[in-house]
């Protein structure tokens, strides 16, 4: 077992191992003394993982109760949290209790926020089930749920108490959750770790699933440093915004036609042919990052051009004010951040767009 310890406004450990969730429970009590606990998940994952995590949470002395949403972006809203908050207030949840999330990024959010807003917040612990959770969104306390106006509008910083990544569970996702996941690998390693990114880009596909434990510790080594640096934010954690302008504008103008991985995928290409042009990084990186991003399965480019995508990044909540701060490739493993107006924000994404 692995263990990565995250030093935040609350401290604690990530743990990384086969067969985490049939333990999840005892591992618990280590942290937060038996309670009420409610899993909460989407029906899917719950299908799935629901009675391991529950049967494991009451053999430990827990008293467990689960709430289940319908899996899917479309059941981050105020009306799931709404359905989440009234049930743990209805199973007499106090300030003694704790959540688990039990699930992927949607569900993580939710629940955070839940136990972040309920009686003034409660612990949590997450308990992920997608490698893009894994590495991204089980990790660094952001928590939200989306509003009409847009992604991740209402939300809170509230950290977890304990976060278990059951890598068996990680070797058996579908290609498609391997991929989204590998997204946020690759702009991991874009960021700042040149060998990962030479491992997650060897042509072998054996080499790059191979020491899986290996490559979730470097890119939570990644993510772990930004957040420690800067929890709320403000500063050097939005490098993991790499990919993410170009990225949001082309899931809301497709109308989430491309997942957020893709349309990672794609805005991390597109701003690494951004920055070759705009003479920020030397030829070849975005070339580098269209090989691996191919390899993994992943779109690096789209029809929508820098005009359809301008007016949506405009609205993204990350401005502030009429300012964009654009997270600029300089090199594998080495990135700027970098201030823009509307002007230079429409630059940047023309620089960036297909001939
Ligand atoms: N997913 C970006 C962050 O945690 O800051």
Redesign the pocket.
């Known amino acids: 077992m692995r263990t990565i310890h995250i030093a935040a406004s609350r401290s604690y450990d990530v743990l990384l191992d086969e067969g985490l969730l049939s333990r999840s429970g005892r591992l618990a009590s280590h942290v937060l003394p038996p309670s009420r606990v409610m899993v909460i998940s989407d029906s899917t994952v719950s299908a799935l993982f629901g009675g391991i995590v529950l049967d494991s949470f009451a053999r430990a002395g827990y008293k467990a109760f689960s709430f289940t949403f319908e899996p899917g972006e479309r059941s981050k809203t105020l009306a799931t949290l709404g359905g989440a908050l009234n049930a743990l207030a209805r199973a007499g949840f106090t300030r003694g209790d704790c959540v688990a999330a039990l699930g992927g990024g949607v569900v993580g959010d939710l629940a955070g926020f839940a136990a972040a807003v309920y009686a003034r917040g409660i612990p949590f612990l997450q308990l992920p089930t997608t490698l893009l959770a894994a590495v ?2 089980s ?4 928590t939200a749920v989306n509003l009409d106006a847009g992604k991740n509008l209402a939300g809170a910083f509230w950290q977890p108490s304990l976060t278990l990544c059951d890598t068996a569970v990680m070797r058996g996702l579908p290609a498609h959750l391997q991929a989204e996941g590998a997204a ?1 690998m690759i702009k991991h390693a874009t960021l700042a770790d040149p060998e990962l990114f030479a491992r997650l880009a060897n042509p072998d596909p054996a080499v790059r699933s191979d020491n899986l434990e290996d490559t979730l510790e470097r890119n939570l080594m990644i ?1 772990r440093a ?2 420690q640096a800067d929890e709320r ?1 403000k500063g050097v ?2 490098k ?2 790499l990919g ?1 302008t170009i990225g949001h504008a082309v899931e809301t103008v497709s109308g989430h036609g491309y997942t957020h991985g893709q349309a990672v995928a794609i805005g991390l290409y597109r701003i690494a042919r951004a920055a070759e042009r705009m003479g920020y990084a030397g030829s070849g990186l975005s070339d580098s990052i269209r090989q691996v991003l191919t390899l993994t399965g992943l779109p690096y480019n789209c029809p929508l051009t820098a005009d359809d995508l301008l007016t949506a990044a405009r609205l993204d909540k990350k401005r502030d004010g009429s300012a964009t701060t654009l997270v600029v490739p300089r090199g594998i493993g080495r990135c700027d951040l970098v201030k823009v107006d509307d002007e230079g924000l429409a630059e940047w994404f023309r620089a960036g767009s297909p001939d």
């Open positions: 991204d969104s990790i660094g306390g952001k946020e993510k930004l957040v934010d954690r939005q993991l915004n993410h």
